[in-house]
Antibody, heavy 120, light 107 residues
């Protein structure tokens, strides 16, 4: 069974750093892009970035580039999203989701989401 | 960046009715890379349709997708109570993916 299991909720202060994780099980992680999607409170979905775990090639939405960093450790089938300096406006739910590299499938499996709360 | 708009913002319907949701792009898309997702409160999104018209695994045939170029449609025939949710379209044909703002389907 395919599962993307994300790390638990985080409560941080503005200016602090944070790394959240997404562990993939039940599939070969190097065959899939791992995507990160943000959902601000009461708002829609925003695609942030994606990573190819086989070589750590990345693409970022321009508005997120420089503010977050995504990475992956294929040896443990895990992808990461990190901030070096959080802002209150980063508060929201962050989802990881996979997309098969070899076809036109969409984001077919999603993590349960990680709630990030940043106080100012 | 490819921008997607969805209409209507909110759609009021009743069980048993047919719902038609629209997604429009500011530039022509490869049909292969247009998807639809359903999201219920407190849950992660679920893939419904990929490649404009292909149902994802386990999605009933009440859900269908169509379109090309800049205009795409998700149709839900015979609405069931569990279908009332927010629906997002997404393009993934460029190196930067984008979602539409969503349509809330309410009773």
């Amino acid at each position: 069974e395919v599962q993307l299991v994300q790390s638990g909720a985080e409560v941080k202060k503005a200016g602090e750093s944070l790394r959240i994780s997404c562990r993939v099980s039940g599939s070969n992680v190097t065959s899939y892009w791992i995507n990160w999607v943000r959902q601000l409170p009461g708002k829609g979905l925003e695609w942030m970035a994606r990573i190819d775990p086989s070589d750590s090639y990345t693409n970022y939405r321009p508005s997120f580039k420089g503010h977050v960093t995504i990475s992956a450790d294929k040896s443990i089938d895990t992808a990461y999203l990190q901030w070096s300096s959080l802002e209150a406006s980063d508060s929201g739910i962050y989802y990881c989701a996979r997309r098969y590299m070899g076809g036109a499938n969409g984001l077919d499996f999603w993590g349960q989401g990680t709630l990030v709360t940043v106080s100012s | 960046e490819i921008v997607l708009t969805q209409s209507p913002v909110t759609l009021s319907s009743s069980p048993g009715e047919r719902a038609t949701l629209s997604c429009r792009s500011n530039q022509s898309l490869l049909s292969t890379y247009l998807a639809w997702y359903q999201q219920k409160p407190g849950q992660a999104p679920r893939l419904l349709i990929y490649g404009t018209s292909n149902r994802a695994t386990g999605i009933p045939d009440r859900f269908s997708g169509s379109g090309s170029g800049t205009d795409f449609t998700l149709t839900i025939s015979r609405l069931e109570p569990g279908d009332f949710a927010v629906y997002y379209c997404q393009q993934y044909g460029s190196s930067v993916y984008t979602f539409g703002p969503g349509t809330k389907l309410e009773i």
